[in-house]
């Protein structure tokens, strides 16, 4: 991730790096700081202990960034160094690995990572054996990663713009650029793909001079901005859509424009398609769209993002319920890892007070509400259909709430597993 700024001080980080810092903050678990009110426990032990109340501050600040970073980083993270933003921009390990071998399987031997963040994808391309130059402007943030890359030999931290950085002698190049802008009152998203730091034409131009490029976007990227020149593919990790990355010369697969990949506990799964996105698709007449079936599906969100939801119902012989919403069914069930199947029980049109009194009837006290073409909030529809049903009650059930043409149903389901 490029940084413009960071928001750990410097003169925080120099604390920590000294003997004294270094050793405090590897003797205290990261867990004991996993909430706020065991943070300022924390903070007042380490003063009570006689540790300067700025030093006990900065321990407790990176322990808690270290016990948020476990999440992407498991037990490699209690022994790096964060930044906040740098943290929440940061690639997972094991995608970070992903990307890595992106490299070794198209023969690239020496990448600069231009705006490394933290070093998340240094780390990955250091560790497959991959001689990397890690850029990052920003001081501290170049420091940290200067920390964390010292494990490897074959990895280097350089303090310089990386929109200026001389890329002679080597053969690839990856960009996670900033997608974030932090103020006084924490971090906020960018979704203009030219006011990332560095924006995408740049990416382009490194690409249009040969260069092996990877590039991470937010999954959010809009199809139109997308370069014709590359693969686009869209990651999620338990559901949660984390990346659109762009394979640029040798990195890009042969015949794939568009893919999704779906990693869960269970493995990874991909789809692909060869052709450019076409969202009128399924309002021509080439995406099959039917009634409600047996079974209501919930594509995985980088099927979605990725428009892939025609490949999808080839594979699985469903239809779309209405052209413009991802929704689809099927008669019998299909076992797919791109897809959440439910079991459909009953369709209901959508009247907020009759879903209330069969609430209240089937005395309800669990509600996990869908939705997709309906102006509803799930959480704010749930309070209402709730009240007064009897909160003791541990029965659950599901309503996906959905639009059908001109109509607005509310399915009740139940999650196969």
């Known amino acids: 991730m490029s940084s413009n700024s960071s928001d750990v001080p410097s003169s925080q980080l120099a604390l920590l790096l000294t003997s004294a810092g270094w050793e405090l903050l590897n003797s205290v678990d990261p867990s004991s700081a996993g909430t706020n009110e065991a943070a300022f426990q924390l903070n007042l032990s380490l003063r009570k202990a006689g540790h300067p109340a700025e030093l006990a501050t900065a321990v407790v600040q990176q322990s808690q960034l270290r016990f948020k970073a476990r999440t992407k980083f498991g037990p490699f993270a209690d022994s790096m160094v964060f930044t906040q933003a740098g943290l929440e921009q940061a690639t997972r ?3 970070a690995g992903l990307h890595a071998q992106r490299y070794t399987r198209a023969g690239i031997k020496k990448v600069a990572d231009l ?17 990397v130059t890690a850029v990052e402007l920003d001081e501290t943030t170049a420091a940290a990663t200067t920390l964390n890359l010292m494990p490897w030999t074959n990895a280097r931290v350089v303090n310089a713009d990386a929109t200026s950085f001389d890329l002679t002698g080597f053969d690839g190049v990856w960009l996670d650029p900033a997608r974030r802008t932090t103020d006084t009152s924490g971090t906020s998203r960018i979704f203009d793909p030219e006011a990332f730091s560095p924006p995408l034409s740049f990416v382009e131009n490194l690409a249009d ?11 959010g990227l809009p199809h139109d901005a997308i370069p014709a020149n590359c693969e686009v593919q869209w990651v999620s990790v338990n559901g949660d859509v984390t990346e659109a990355a ?7 697969r042969p015949g794939i424009r568009r893919a999704a990949l779906v990693i869960s506990e269970h493995g990874a799964t991909e789809i692909t398609s060869s052709l450019d996105f076409d969202p009128d698709a399924a309002l021509r007449g080439d995406v ?8 209501l599906y919930e594509p995985d969100g980088a099927v979605i993002r990725a428009g892939l939801i025609d490949e999808l119902l080839k594979i699985t012989g ?10 689809f069914g099927t008669d019998a069930f299909v076992q797919t890892p791109l897809a959440k199947a ?3 029980v009953e369709v209901r049109p959508y009247h907020v007070k009759n879903l209330r009194a069969w609430v209240k009837a089937e005395k309800i006290g669990v509600l996990d509400i869908k939705k997709r073409g309906m102006d509803v ?3 704010e529809l749930r309070k209402v259909l709730l009240a007064g049903s009897g909160k003791s009650s541990k029965k659950k059930a599901t309503l996906v709430l959905t639009r059908i043409g001109d109509q607005r149903v509310a399915i009740q389901v139940e999650p196969v597993a």
Request: charged share 15%; glycine share 14%.
């Open 93 to 95: 390990l094991n995608i």
């Open 115 to 131: 705006g490394c963040g933290i070093g998340a994808d240094s780390l990955a391309l250091a560790s497959a054996e991959i001689d």
């Open 209 to 219: 001079r040969g260069l092996a490029v990877g590039v991470k976007m937010g999954p």
């Open 246 to 252: 762009l394979w640029f010369g040798k990195l890009a």
């Open 288 to 295: 099959p769209v039917g009634p409600i079936s047996e079974y």
């Open 318 to 327: 469903g239809h779309l319920l209405d052209p413009h919403i991802a929704y």
């Open 342 to 344: 439910y079991k459909v």
């Open 377 to 379: 909030t799930p959480e």
